[in-house]
């Protein structure tokens, strides 16, 4: 029995990758597999989602995330609304759960919330009867970035046990790195952070890392090398002296990759700041850059998610 037969995903939210077991999060990786080639084909629309709302609320911007839970959405034959913070009530000084409350009173059957501030798509969630997705909650996780992440290295590795990962730049800020942290440690990949000490949370080696400040001796014989940006919205004064010498010490360049394994893969979540953190030619590198394929795979895995979260609101409402 493959995975996708066998194992059941017991939550009703996806908050996070804390908490999924390995088998849950195969379940979501390989179902998303099906969902590459339904992108891929001429006619993308399928009727799962029929007659469901998906109301996308984003309370932070974004390109990449809103746009391919929307098309994901969409492609499953969904109704999907987005609503930014920008223009909703919020500006005239609704509170979250107000929010919230309003459009659970709509019957949405999927919301798919991104926030500044972590923890706040969990209380949203203990609010609301519909599935909730965390789309980013501050510095907390941001698992369908994570998931994705994930699909793009199995499918050019096979596997993601016994790799060797290294997540470098802005740990600190970095939803993306804590999701990534709890996902590939759980599926048998070995993680290394490198930062700036100015840029690495305390007890970060709790998180089953190995720590480094050094991008050399961190990068030394990777599998993976996956790249930050300097989240400068969320800091409150100055974390690095300047971004020239950041770029020196942090980028990625070819000189740095020189100690990664010679078929090192390259990753970044987007946006790129180009001359920050990584050098441009680096990004575009064909070969080496998974940078554009993270980006497709976001959709597939934001499909799967839709799919195994409202299956769960099926059999609900079956029960009831
Ligand atoms: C990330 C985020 O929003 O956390 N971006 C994304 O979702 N692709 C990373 C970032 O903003 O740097």
Sequence with gaps: MTAATSVRFAHRHLLGVEGLSPDEITLLLDLSESYIKQSRAADKKA?????????????????????SFELAGKRLGGDVINMS??????????????????????????????????????LLSEKVNCAVINAGDGTHEHPTQALLDALAIRRRRGSLQGLTVAI??????????????????AMGARVRVVAPPTLLPACIDRMGVEVFTDMRAGLRDCDIVMMLRLQT???QGSFVPSIREYFR?????????????????????????????IDSEVADDIDRSLIREQVE????????????????????????
């Design 85 to 122: 913070a920008e223009v909703s009530s919020v500006k005239k000084g609704e509170t979250l759960i107000d929010t919230a409350m309003t459009l659970n009173a709509m019957h949405p059957d999927v919301l798919v919330v991104r926030h500044p501030d972590s923890g706040a798509v969990k």
């Design 249 to 277: 010490f942090y980028g990625l360049d070819y000189a740095k990759l020189e100690v990664a394994k010679p078929d090192a893969l390259i990753m970044h979540p987007g946006p790129m700041n180009r001359g920050v953190e």
């Design 168 to 185: 470098c730049g802005d740990i600190m800020h970095s939803r993306v790195a804590r999701s990534n942290i709890h996902l590939l440690t």
């Design 47 to 67: 009727t799962l989602l029929r007659g469901r709302t998906i109301i996308n609320l984003f309370f932070e911007s974004s390109t990449r995330t809103r746009t």
């Design 233 to 235: 919205e969320r800091m």
């Design 297 to 320: 795979m976001g959709v597939a895995v934001r499909m799967a998610c839709l799919d195994i979260l409202t299956r769960n609101l099926q059999s609900n409402e079956a029960a009831t």
